[in-house]
Nanobody
Framework: QVQLVESGGGLVQPGGSLRLSCAAS????????LAWHRQAPGKERELVAQ???????YYDTSVKGRFTISRDNAKDTVYLQMNSLKPEDTAVYYC????????WGKGTLVTVSS
């Protein structure tokens, strides 16, 4: 059974930074892709950033140049470095992994507000 546990969320002022972590049970190198999604209040969940087994990376246009997805296979952890945060980045952020099916974490709340 795959478990994904997110951490690192919190309250940050506009322009600030946060780094989210997603710790997986077992080796993350087995997954075809790892991703971060987010869901803002009253909105649908959306893909923010994705990294594949071959290290192909995708960013949504709304975060390109501000967010960076990375992984540490030795720690079985995926990261999302978020810089220049905006109020519209406020959402619950979910870690996601795909291996024959999708696995989801329970999410971590990021609030960007002054």
């Amino acid at each position: 059974q795959v478990q994904l546990v997110e951490s690192g969320g919190g309250l940050v002022q506009p322009g600030g930074s946060l780094r989210l972590s997603c710790a997986a049970s077992g080796s993350i190198s087995r997954f075809d892709q790892l991703a971060w999604h987010r869901q803002a209040p009253g909105k649908e969940r959306e893909l923010v950033a994705q990294i594949t087994r071959s290290d192909t990376i995708y960013y949504d246009t709304s975060v390109k140049g501000r967010f960076t997805i990375s992984r540490d296979n030795a720690k079985d952890t995926v990261y999302l470095q978020m810089n220049s945060l905006k109020p519209e980045d406020t959402a619950v952020y979910y870690c996601n992994a795909f291996l024959y099916r999708y696995y989801w974490g329970k999410g971590t709340l990021v609030t960007v507000s002054s």
